[in-house]
Each structure stands twice: as structure tokens, then as C-alpha cells.
């Protein structure tokens, strides 16, 4: 009498643990590299930028139509070429629409009054008249403003959003990157020693 064979099929292998592992793995790494960024101490001001020490991209900004200075003189628009005058300056990017641009504008106009050579970029999707009308309520500080229409310059520069600041030092090089609206403190503390800095390694040896 014949017996029934036993059942030899063998068992499925398991996955390795670790292939079951690893995707969890990943995602609790990804949520945790995001949480970081999100939720890192400081200020704004010390995100990264690739530009320090490099210099200033290339670009070529037009003026505001009909913007004049208080003698009545148009308001030239202006380049990057600008900037290598040999004289440290500010380059700012600002808005009309920018409620933080209205809270740090005392501060540009101070140092305009200084002297300091500040040169304004006025961001993409504002208006000519509305950056106007800016302008002429709350003061002009900029030795030149230029309007970045398509918003190529401020994405060279690497700007986020309004305002963001950058100290250039004569030769066109980019020194600092200050990310927010300005202030009384963030000047005393980061952009006045930066100016200094600037101008010190920019002189000629022996001054």
C-alpha cells in the first residue's frame, strides 16, 4: 500500500529584516534633516550663501520710469559694474508691497545720510508706479534703484524674499548676505563691522 509523499516544498524565505527596516529608516532621517532646518537657533541672516567671497553675478537693471531725486535729476537704474567703483557699498532688494521693506526703510535712509553708497533692486512682480509712490513717501536712500522684472538678478543673488541685504566691497566682491529687514542692532552689530572689514582688506597695502 502506497503512502502519500510528504510535502517537501520548502518555505518561503523571510525578507531580510533589514529590507523591511530601512525604508523607516529613511523617513525618520528625512523628517528629522527637514526638522532641523525648520527649527535650527538664529536668525534668518545665517542661512548659507554660496556667493560670499565670489563676485557679484552679472546683470544690467533698468530705471524706475519718471523716478527723480530731490533736485529733480532722474534716478538712474544701474549694473553690476556699478558696484566695482572701489567704494564699499549696500545692494538691497525691496518691494512695494513688502511690509518689512516699510519697517527697515529708516535704516537705509539713515545710512544713505552717511554716506554709505546704497543700491536698491526693486523685486519682481512690483509695479512702477507703486514703487514709486514708495519712494516718494517714504525717502529715497539709493544712489540707483533698478527693477528686476523677471526676477533673474534675485535669483543669481540667490534672494529668497524681501528685504535681503548685501555688503559688496569695491571690487564687486560679495562680503555679506543679510537675510530680513534691518535694524538699529543688526546694523551696528553685522553690517557696519562688515562695511569696515571690507574697506580695510580693500585698501592698498601700507595705507
Known amino acids: 500500500m502506497s503512502r502519500t509523499a510528504p510535502d517537501e516544498t520548502p518555505p518561503a524565505k523571510a525578507k531580510p529584516r533589514a529590507m523591511l527596516v530601512l525604508p523607516l529608516v529613511l523617513v525618520i532621517a528625512i523628517l528629522g534633516l527637514m526638522s532641523v532646518a525648520l527649527f535650527r537657533p538664529g536668525d534668518p541672516s545665517n542661512l548659507p550663501s554660496m556667493l560670499i567671497g565670489k563676485p557679484v553675478p552679472e546683470f544690467a537693471l533698468a530705471a524706475i520710469p519718471t523716478l527723480q531725486d530731490e533736485s529733480g535729476a532722474a534716478v538712474p537704474g544701474f549694473s553690476s559694474a556699478s558696484l566695482k567703483s572701489g567704494k564699499v557699498s549696500l545692494l538691497n532688494f525691496w518691494a512695494s508691497w513688502c511690509a518689512p521693506c516699510v519697517a527697515e526703510h529708516p535704516q537705509l535712509v539713515e545710512l544713505g545720510k552717511q554716506g554709505v553708497p546704497i543700491y536698491g533692486v526693486n523685486y519682481k512682480g512690483d509695479k512702477a508706479e507703486a514703487a514709486k509712490r514708495f519712494l516718494t513717501r517714504h525717502g529715497n536712500p539709493f544712489l540707483a534703484v533698478g527693477m528686476d522684472d ?20 569695491g571690487s564687486g566682491r560679495i562680503v555679506l548676505r543679510f537675510q530680513g529687514p534691518l535694524t538699529e542692532e543688526i546694523i551696528a552689530e553685522k553690517i557696519i563691522p562688515a562695511i569696515r572689514k571690507a574697506e580695510k582688506d580693500s585698501a592698498p597695502s601700507g595705507s
Request: no cysteine; charged share 10%.
Open 150 to 169: 523677471t526676477g533673474m538678478t534675485g535669483i543669481d543673488m540667490g534672494v529668497t524674499g524681501v528685504p535681503e541685504t548685501f555688503v559688496i566691497a
